[in-house]
């Protein structure tokens, strides 16, 4: 900088330098003096620049940026000025400067390359094909080929494919470290980059060698880059197929293929002026470097089936064509993937996966093993290694798990309940932050390292960088550490012990937050009414109470729990709802002092939905019922029922109260079921089992109370036998939250009473029935519905038994036959339910099975039904019921088997679908893959139902349109926040394959 004197006289330059220089210290320069020579020699404008040296400040190593600069400016002068004209571009080039001499040093070669920072383009995100197009390019090759020749082999064509990769590399870097990409994005798009660059290689592969033309080669890539998750300088691990073309035999094809794969890895290895591009590693082929380089597909499939090894079938669990024939890549693909999720079936598998671990750890350097990030102890193949045995032991059953990238596969493994919510969180935070440190490692000299530097020079340029200001190194090794413990710990918790369930404990805070900052806080963790947040913590834990002393204890983790669940807002008003009915009760005061787990079930299970939350708001004592798994076991249906007959029992004259208290029983249960449901502690199947059996309690407690007021009534005993007959969901042990009671009712008179007498107060007793479960409560309603009966609601209530026998045998139509294989007895006489049961046997099992006709009016009727019940404006392809393969098309698949075969097969004699489709495949009725997709469907539709209730509080049967409603829906089925268009392909993709399966299964066999 000038320096200037006064009054005419010279002054010491000494005082001044010092003075700026001590400045510019302050503002983060490590050597101020030098500082500011270099910002001289950038010119006497530079001194007046306040938004270059703001920008300058800002980068994560000022000075590593500013001497990039110094360079750059002095081979393209005009830089200086571009980037006065440009903040963006003087923001984005010097942010890279800081973090990264090697592409400061390309800058510096290739200065044109910080047009890629200029203006909107440089916020573009370039899509595979471009990457592809622009590096073929480079090479004088044209991308639209279908076999793309680069203009030759030489030094400069191999020097222009590594300028033209750098400048990616430096446009990719300048968004990565603006913060305007996510992690998934950034290796996504490195990992297309270095397919382009494979592309590229091929291409002056073909260039030296025209004599391969026509043989077929796909590359195969592994490891980062097939789970398109590859970092910034990596071995980029691949596998060659090749096939023989026109008039080529086998032989011929593989060694042609391996003279274009030998140039392919030449290309993009080979050292020139500007360096190379990285090593391709063809190592993880079959038999590794012994094995031959390329082979063809039958040759790979033959070598997987017989003779690998389980490193090898985890190593293909991230296969994907990267560059080549890409037909012959995906029929690769497809081969592997098969071979893959049954390989867990191999004796010894997961004790293997393990000892490899071990051996990899047993590697690392003593010196070093504290500071790798990769390899060392709760690095990233701590995380790595857990997520993939867990992918591996249970992908082969569940579809779903089959992701290749880290974070997918472990966002799966947590949505399927594999692992814990909390424990994929902290993993997922944990790798992220551990490969974006390997990211700026790498970036600083574009070399492959994972070892974490000890200089403080470097750990404050990785803690600037990752926008730690105040203490960088200090926050930066404090965050590092307490990441990679993490990842240790719950990589010890998954991969030794996968089973265990996955309990998190967050510690407990003291922090007290101003008011401002309370507020940012909560906005930042996604409450929507920050304010309305504030209101609700002040009300909590205001005062000098016992009670607020636990509250201001509790509440600063809590926060965090309810904004992990779906809807924080709603969680938290409905823990002030509860605690205020339970603040002061000293069990619940205990609870949440000592049991730092229920507070954290407890405000997931209020975020999630307001099922729940009503429930707890009539039963706020059942909060007690979180503090174990084994609280949330259903409750046998024979204790059940003693309880609720001796509820009953204590009202006797009074069957209103009776059966109120009747139905709070069932509130509870209600509750536990759904606590169970929503905590992954049952599976769809034993909800409704749970919620059937509740459901047939509920009616034999109300049926005992109606007996009683009509035999008080009437002054005389009843003088018929009466029995419930379940039907529908009821009758299939297959409720939902929203479920009516579908029944039928008979009554058989006992001898001596007039037939007109008994049906009298047989109608009496089912109209009282239905009154005293419709009666307004402050639980959930039990609607019975009795319009199976024959007739429908034109017919009578309550019939004999031999009404229904004369019915049956004389008008009965085909869908009554269908409706009948539900039929279940449910409440009062069992004898007389059984007998109804006898007789609709023959009926639902009719003897050599339904004729043809009837099959054909069933398809007839499902077919209308299609057409006509959908409600108007639903979208078929969301509609859990009666859409495209929902639960109607599954249901009517089993039900036509049942009706064809039940007769003659007994194991085909059951009231529920999953039962009766799994009987239809050990009778050779029905494939295991069929089964298999139709249960699929019937499960999740199932599983969407009861959610939609328990979030909305309300039954519906389409997913909702309203993003807001369908994200909250999602996040309850257990997708992450930004999941739920995930969530809608993977029901559209289960269903699909469903609706295939019932149109080959029930309208063409």
Known sequence: MPV???????????????????????????????????????????????????????????????????????????????????????????????????????????????????????????????????????????????????????????????????????HLAARDLAGEMTLAEVTAELSALAGAALEAGLAVARSQHPECDGVRLAVIGMGKCGARELNYISDVDVIFVAEPGE????????????????GMMRACSTATPEGSLWEVDAALRPEGKAGPLVRTLASHRAYYRRWAKTWEFQALLKARPVAGDPELGGRYADTVDELVWQAVGREGFVEDVQAMRRRVEAHVRAEEAGRQIKLGPGGLRDIEFAVQLLQLVHGRADPLLR??????????????????????????????????????????????????????????????????????????????????????????????????AAVARLPESEVRLSATAAQARLEALGYADPAGALRHIGALTSGVSRRAAIQRTLLPVMLGWFADAPDPDAGLLGFRQISDRLGTTPWYLRLLRDETAVAERLARLLGTGRYVTGLLLHAPEAVAMLGSDSQLDPRPARALLAEARATVGRYPGDAETGVVAARALRRRELLRTAVADLTG??????????LSALNDVTVQAALD?????????????????????????????????GSDADVMFVHAPLPGTAEKEAAGAAHAVANELRRLLALPAPDPPLLVDAGLRPEGKAGPLVRTLASYAAYYGRWSAPWESQALLRARFCAGDADLGGEFLALADPLRYPAGGVPDEAVREIRRLKARMEAERLPRG???????????????????????????????????????????????????????????VLAEAWRLASRIRDAIMLVRGRAADSIPADVRERTLLSRALGYPPEASEDFLDDYRRVTRRARQVVERVFYEN
């Not at 471009?130 to 030094?155: K, W």
């Not at 009683?708 to 409720?735: D, H, N, S």
């Not at 495209?884 to 089993?894: K, M, N, Q, T, Y």
């Open 4 to 170: 200037t004197g006064d009054e005419g006289g010279a002054v010491s330059a000494v005082p001044r330098i010092q003075t700026t220089a001590g400045r510019l210290a302050r503002l983060g320069f490590v050597d101020g003096a030098r500082a500011e020579r270099l910002l001289g020699e950038l010119g006497p404008e530079t001194a007046g620049d306040l938004g270059l040296l703001d920008s300058l400040v800002a980068t994560a190593d000022p000075d590593l940026a500013l001497t990039s600069l110094t360079r750059l400016a002095e081979r393209d002068p005009g830089v200086l000025g571009a980037l006065r004209a440009d903040p963006g571009l003087r923001a984005r080039l010097l942010r890279v400067l800081g973090v990264s001499a090697a592409l400061g040093e390309h800058v510096v070669r290739h200065p044109e390359h910080r047009r890629l920072l200029e203006g909107e383009r440089a916020a573009d995100r370039p899509s595979g094909g471009e990457l592809r197009a622009g590096l073929l390019l480079s090479v004088g090759a044209g991308p639209d080929e279908a076999e793309p020749r680069a203009a030759g082999s030489g030094t400069e064509v191999l020097s222009a494919l590594r300028v033209a990769y750098r400048g990616r590399l430096l």
């Open 247 to 262: 008039g080529m035999d086998e032989t011929q094809a593989v060694r042609l293929a391996t003279r274009l794969a030998q």
């Open 403 to 500: 992701r290749r990238a880290t974070l997918s596969a472990l966002a799966a493994l947590s949505r399927g309940g594999y692992v814990g919510r909390e424990d994929a969180r902290a993993l997922a935070e944990a790798y992220t932050f551990l490969r974006q440190i390997e990211h700026l490692l790498q970036l600083h000299r574009l070399r492959r390292t994972h070892v974490v530097p000890e200089s403080e020079a470097d750990l404050r340029r990785l803690g600037r960088a990752l926008g730690m200001s105040a203490d960088p190194v200090g926050e930066f090794t404090t965050r590092w550490k307490r990441h990679a413990n993490q990842a240790r710990r719950l990589h010890e918790k998954l991969f030794y012990r996968p089973l265990l």
């Open 681 to 690: 502690h049952l599976d769809v199947e034993q909800v409704g089992q749970a």
């Open 705 to 737: 109370a109606a007996i009683g007021k009509i035999e008080m009534e009437r002054r005389t005993p009843l003088g018929t036998r009466f029995a419930v007959i379940a039907m529908g969901r009821l009758g299939g042990l297959e409720c939902s939250y």
């Open 874 to 932: 639903a979208d078929p392809a969301l509609h859990t019921k009666l859409g495209r393969g929902g639960l109607s098309d599954v249901e009517w698949v089993a039900q036509l088997v049942q009706l064809r075969h039940a007769g003659e097969l007994p194991s085909l004699r059951t009231t529920r679908t999953l039962e009766a489709l799994r009987a239809a495949v050990a009778e050779g009725l029905l494939s295991a893959e069929d089964e298999a």
